[in-house]
């Protein structure tokens, strides 16, 4: 299974981008980028996918590096709602099995 | 779009006892997957189907541990005779078509303690 590296746990201020990064360093050509969050007590929740081009959607964007190598979830405005678990996640060509790793935790600060 | 649906939200076991969770997914969701999630840790992965067919089981899926998914359309859980380590978050979701683009719909889990 293809792996993701993500810091533990960040930090934002309230109102302020946030960048969480993930290292993908072994991803082969087909695999998807996905991400997802866990708020306390609930299920993951999808936030964004992609393969190869920048993506953006009402939750998130997608920032993919050139090489594929790896990834950076943006919050453009973090609110106290998105304090949670964030995941990378690689999804690998002939396969739909979801490896969710520890992810990062973030914290947002008044 | 009710939602993934489990049941029960929280289970209390004794030790050696047998446990069922249900899990309804999304209508029309033909992939189905259980997970399994202790504190701190990422959710793990415990098996998936297609329809009603079980398409892959995690090797860390222990034979006290079973699964099925009659008719395509609600799932079932079992674990038979539990043990401590089996207390846990287990967690359903569900996905519209076989595409790495379809996104999984998680529901909230059961919480399983076993005393």
């Known amino acids: 299974d293809a792996k993701t590296t993500q810091p533990n746990s960040m930090e934002s201020n309230e109102e302020e981008p946030v960048h969480l990064p993930c290292n993908h360093s072994?991803?082969?050509?087909?695999?998807?980028i996905h991400w997802y969050r866990q708020l306390p007590s609930q299920g993951p929740e999808y936030v964004i996918h992609?393969?190869?081009s920048n993506v953006n959607n009402r939750m998130a964007s997608l920032a993919i590096a050139e090489d594929r190598k790896s990834s950076t979830l943006i919050l453009h405005r973090a609110t106290l709602r998105d304090a949670a678990v964030y995941y990378c996640?690689?999804?690998?060509?002939?396969?739909?099995?979801?490896?969710f790793g520890t992810g990062t935790r973030l914290k947002v600060l008044a | 779009d009710t939602g993934v649906s489990q049941n029960p939200r929280h289970k209390i076991t004794k030790r050696g006892q047998n446990v069922t969770f249900r899990c309804d997914p999304i209508?029309?969701?033909?992939?189905l997957y259980w997970y399994r999630q202790t504190l701190g840790q990422g959710p793990e992965f415990l098996t998936y189907?297609?329809?009603?067919?079980?398409?892959?089981k995690s090797r860390l899926l222990s034979d006290r541990f079973s699964a099925e998914r009659p008719k395509g359309s609600f799932s079932t859980l079992e674990i038979q005779r539990t043990e401590q380590g089996d207390s846990a978050m287990y967690l359903c979701?569900?996905?519209?078509?076989?595409?790495?683009?379809?996104?999984?719909?998680f529901g909230n889990g059961t919480r399983l303690t076993v005393t």
């Open positions: 992609g393969l190869t």
């Open positions: 209508s029309e969701h033909n992939r």
């Open positions: 996640i690689l999804l690998t060509s002939g396969t739909y099995k979801y490896i």
């Open positions: 072994t991803i082969s050509g087909t695999d998807y």
């Open positions: 979701a569900s996905s519209i078509r076989e595409s790495r683009n379809s996104p999984l719909h």
């Open positions: 189907f297609q329809n009603e067919a079980q398409l892959e």
